[in-house]
Each structure stands twice: as structure tokens, then as C-alpha cells.
């Protein structure tokens, strides 16, 4: 099925730490990869997309490349600080282009 | 620019009640998807409706239903609730044009629970 898999957490950085959230997917196609982000207590916020290979979505510091040779869609930023403190989700766009396939989450806390 | 709109934010309801939630997409979008978020998962997609109707379903039962307006607003109907719909519902849309490329606008959600 079209699925997606991400690293568990929590995962605890100090501020200004590198951080690398890792998704993979099934690769039945190429679909459209996304990375949201959830602060407590509301929805989710799109934090970037890529459509094809190779492609690099970034936004705010975060940056994730579609790599179809890996079926990976890893999510990077350089210099974490407290305000990322949320819980991440990878999603593939389902074959249809209806649905959002998403991950279980990854919960960062970032301390100061 | 109003985003996603849910109402009601939080909602407590009795096993075996129904219950409707109510979604009105971003402006300028047409296509509106549910999701399901059970407490630390991922949301798990229950239907996108288009034009009126119900274009795909996710694997949830007939409980759940919905309904989408000419104004592009969608309900979500669940009946003879059971303890396990306890979640946070939430509302996405996009517009139709440009379909692969462009990621959903979610709502804050709903909070449903059962006791």
C-alpha cells in the first residue's frame, strides 16, 4: 500500500543542534512528499514539499530532498532553536492524489 | 484571508450519540478531506469530498459519513458513536487545479470525545 515510516521519537536536541528526522515511503510511483509540522493543540501547518526527484523543498531553516534512489524524504535544519519544539509528520500524496499517506510522528523538544 | 474553519473545537458526546462536525474550507478551494488523529498517531484519511460528492473513502466504516455544499463547506456525520472515535478530527482542503503539487490546508480540528 502507499505508506510512509519515520523515525520514533521523542527526540531531545539542545538549541542550535543539527537535527535530521528520517522518512522513508513506498515506492509505488512518484508521488508528491510532504512534511508537516504540529504545535500542541492545533492542526497541522505544511512545512514543505517536494513533487519530483531529486527536488528540495525548504522552508524556515528545514529542508528535505526527495530521493527516489533511497525512497527517502529526510527532514534537516542546520540550527534547531526552542519555537521548533512540535511534532513532525512525513506524508506521500497516495496514488490517486486524494489522500495524504501519513507517518506516526516525530516528537522534538528542543531545550535552551 | 480565513484558512480552514472547523466548529465546534471541542466536543463531548455519549456512546451510541451522533455527532456532526463542520468544516469551511480556505477560500478558493474546492476540495475538502477528512482525517482522523487518535492520540500520538499520524491522521489517518476518512474521505475527500468534491463537487458534492464523495470522490474517495479511507478505510472507515458506514458509521461515518459526510456531506459537502454548494458553497464547497463539508460536514462530518458519525453515528452510534463508540469509545474508540475519541479523536481530533481534522478538516483539509485545496483547490483542484495543480492536484499533485499542492499540499492541503489544514484546520485547527475538532476534538471529539466519547464517554
Known amino acids: 500500500g502507499d505508506s510512509v515510516t519515520q523515525m520514533e521519537g521523542p527526540v531531545t536536541l539542545s538549541e542550535e543542534a543539527f537535527l535530521t528526522i528520517n522518512c522513508t515511503y513506498t515506492a509505488t510511483g512518484y508521488p508528491s512528499l510532504f512534511w508537516y509540522v504540529q504545535y500542541p493543540g492545533e492542526g497541522l501547518q505544511l512545512l514543505l514539499k517536494?513533487?519530483?526527484?531529486?527536488d528540495k523543498g525548504s522552508n524556515k531553516g528545514f529542508e528535505a530532498t526527495y530521493r527516489k534512489e533511497t525512497t527517502s524524504f529526510h527532514l534537516e535544519k542546520g540550527s534547531v532553536q526552542v519555537s521548533d519544539s512540535a511534532v513532525y509528520f512525513c506524508?506521500?500524496?497516495?496514488?490517486?492524489?486524494?489522500?495524504?499517506?501519513f507517518g506516526k510522528g516525530t516528537s522534538l523538544l528542543v531545550t535552551p | 484571508d480565513a484558512g480552514v474553519t472547523q466548529s465546534p473545537t471541542h466536543l463531548i458526546k455519549t456512546r451510541g450519540q451522533q455527532v456532526t462536525l463542520r468544516c469551511s474550507p480556505k477560500s478558493g478551494h474546492d476540495t475538502v478531506s477528512w482525517y482522523q488523529q487518535a492520540l500520538g498517531q499520524g491522521p489517518q484519511f476518512i474521505f475527500q469530498?468534491?463537487?458534492?460528492?464523495?470522490?474517495q473513502r479511507g478505510n472507515f466504516p458506514d458509521r461515518f459519513s459526510g456531506h459537502q455544499f454548494p458553497n464547497y463547506s463539508s460536514e462530518l456525520n458519525v453515528n452510534a458513536l463508540l469509545l474508540g472515535d475519541s479523536a481530533l478530527y481534522l478538516c483539509?482542503?485545496?483547490?483542484?487545479?495543480?492536484?499533485?503539487?499542492?499540499?492541503?490546508?489544514f484546520g485547527s480540528g475538532t476534538r471529539l470525545t466519547v464517554v
Open positions: 469530498y468534491y463537487e458534492e460528492e464523495e470522490r
Open positions: 506524508a506521500r500524496l497516495s496514488n490517486s492524489g486524494y489522500a495524504l499517506n
Open positions: 517536494a513533487t519530483k526527484a531529486d
Open positions: 483539509a482542503s485545496r483547490p483542484t487545479s495543480g492536484q499533485g503539487g499542492y499540499g492541503y490546508t
